[in-house]
T-cell receptor, first 118, second 112 residues
């Protein structure tokens, strides 16, 4: 059973370009979470999605950032008009059930996409 | 102006010694905690979890202690090995939320 897959592993963009980060959850997982990690810092929650639904986007900037998890295919984190401050590692995690509420389930993390904005 | 990031706390131990990594949390409503290990260039890897109705949980070579009174969590690694060198994060989750809140992490270096 393959783990969480993310691609690309490294992405270089120039200021003003768009960045698209992809995440394929583990087989059977329908809950996806995106986190951002700056150097020497912990992970910061961005968004939680289920298939075709955004459940919680409280950690995602209102402008330039969007996320989707279509019925078919990977989850996509999209950053429009990137700026240097967007340079970070972006991690995706998936779980079988919701991580929170009365049911706890481990979130399995992907290897991350390291975005560098020149 | 330019912002200065926080330096990651570091811990160096001799191979074979026990390691203790600490974490403080602030939300008294947090009721589920996980310790993650992150090696360089990789995503976080689950180590052990604990719910707030427990104060101790043991795994293979690892023990997590939870003190809800002072909102403190610790990870103990027995007989630390070079392969344990990594950054360790605690993460907390409250019953109302869907997200985990991660601490800043502690960098563990094992000296052979």
């Amino acid at each position: 059973n393959a783990g969480v897959m993310q691609n690309p592993r490294h992405l270089v963009r120039r200021r003003g370009q768009e960045a698209r980060l992809r995440c394929s959850p583990m087989k059977g997982h329908s809950h996806v979470y995106w986190y951002r990690q700056l150097p020497e810092e912990g992970l910061k929650f961005m968004v939680y999605l289920q298939k075709e639904n955004i459940i919680d986007e409280s950690g995602m900037p209102k402008e330039r950032f969007s996320a989707e998890f279509p019925k078919e295919g990977p989850s996509i984190l999209r950053i429009q008009q990137v700026v240097r401050g967007d340079s970070a590692a972006y991690f995706c995690a998936s779980s079988i059930f919701a991580s929170g509420g009365a049911t706890y389930n481990e979130q399995f993390f992907g290897p991350g996409t390291r975005l560098t904005v020149l | 102006g330019e912002s200065v990031g926080l330096h990651l706390p570091t811990l160096s131990v001799q191979e074979g010694d026990n390691s203790i990594i600490n974490c403080a949390y602030s939300n008294s409503a947090s009721d589920y905690f996980i310790w993650y290990k992150q090696e360089s260039g990789k995503g976080p890897q689950f180590i052990i979890d604990i719910r707030s109705n427990m104060d101790k949980r043991q795994g293979q070579r690892v023990t997590v202690l939870l003190n809800k009174t002072v909102k403190h969590l610790s990870l103990q690694i027995a007989a630390t090995q070079p392969g344990d060198s990594a950054v360790y994060f605690c993460a907390e989750n409250d019953e109302a939320g869907n997200q985990f809140y991660f601490g800043t992490g502690t960098s563990l270096t094992v000296i052979p």
